[in-house]
Nanobody, 123 residues
């Protein structure tokens, strides 16, 4: 599976961004998908995940109520809608795909990773 993330940028606190991750290769619907992020000097951390069907989602506590993950099978794309962005959301955001488990929040479980997209939130 090849993953290509896009949609990052520089915004002010309180603004919104929508990240997209386009998948190619292995059948998109066979993969659970997730978003992670890594800020400078910090470890990569879980942000959100969605099951193969899209019927189940999971979020990090820090983004609950602000971020929404979704997927579009027709476009082989997973999205991360980010609202009310905060400076602490500043990080490189990565999408990932997992082949066998239904819903995955642990970084180590993911099999495929895309290049990240930078999100910078100014105060």
């Amino acid at each position: 599976v090849q993953l290509q993330a896009s949609g990052g940028g520089l915004v002010q606190a309180g603004a919104s961004l929508r990240l997209a991750c386009a998948a190619s290769g292995r059948a998109f619907d066979n993969n659970a998908m997730g978003w992670f992020r890594q800020a400078p000097g910090k470890e990569r951390e879980f942000v959100a995940a969605i099951s193969r069907s899209g019927g189940h989602t999971a979020y990090a506590d820090s983004v609950k109520g602000r971020f929404t993950i979704s997927r579009d099978s027709a476009k082989n794309t997973v999205y991360l809608q980010m609202n009310n962005l905060k400076p602490e959301d500043t990080a490189v955001h990565y999408c990932a795909a997992e082949r066998t488990l239904p819903l995955v929040t642990r970084l180590a479980e993911y099999d495929y990773w895309g290049r990240g997209t930078q999100v910078t939130v100014s105060s």
